[in-house]
Structures are given as C-alpha cells and as structure tokens.
Nanobody
C-alpha cells in the first residue's frame, strides 16, 4: 500500500511563493506519473502539473511560467514550486501518483492567496 503525504501549503500574499512537497511511502514499481491537482470551492479538480518517472513534464496553461514541478525518484518525492501566486490559485492542492495499474491520492493541502 502506498501513502502520499503532502506538505507546504499555507497563506501567502499575491505575488508570493510557496513550495509544496509530496512524499510517497511504500514500494513503487515501473513507469509512473506524479502530479499536482487543485480544487477550488464549487469547482472541479483540475490538473496543475505532472511529471513522469523519466522527467517529462506537463503544465496547465494557467500556471505555465509561474509553477515548476520536479521530482526526486530516490526519495519518491514530487515538488511544486509556485511563484507569482495569484488569488485565483487559491485551492486545495492534491498530489497524485499513477502507474499502469494503480492510482493514489494524497489528503490535500490548502493554499490560500490573499489579494
């Protein structure tokens, strides 16, 4: 069984930065994708950024140029560096790990950006 533990959320002013971390415990095999999703009140959960175990990245258009995703395969950890934050970035951010036959979610961490 794999568990994902997120950290790094909080309250920040517009224009500020935060760094989210997500550590996966347990055995992870094969090619996989780790990613960050976010869900604002009353809205669907949307992809923010993802990175494969080989390092290929994908970003939502709304965060390109502001957010950077990275991972440390040795530590089974994925990071999301968020710069130039905007009030519209306010949401619960969830970490996801997906492989060929499995999918795990973290519990979520709140990010609030004040104007």
């Amino acid at each position: 069984q794999v568990q994902l533990v997120e950290s790094g959320g909080g309250l920040v002013q517009a224009g500020g930065s935060l760094r989210l971390s997500c550590a996966a415990s347990g055995s992870i095999f094969g090619i996989n994708v780790m990613g960050w999703y976010r869900q604002a009140p009353g809205k669907e959960r949307d992809l923010v950024a993802s990175i494969t175990s080989r390092g290929s990245t994908n970003y939502a258009d709304s965060v390109k140029g502001r957010f950077t995703i990275a991972r440390d395969n040795a530590k089974n950890t994925v990071y999301l560096q968020m710069n130039s934050l905007k009030p519209d970035d306010t949401a619960v951010y969830y970490c996801k790990l997906a492989g060929f036959s499995y999918e795990y979610w973290g519990q979520g961490t709140q990010v609030t950006v004040s104007s």
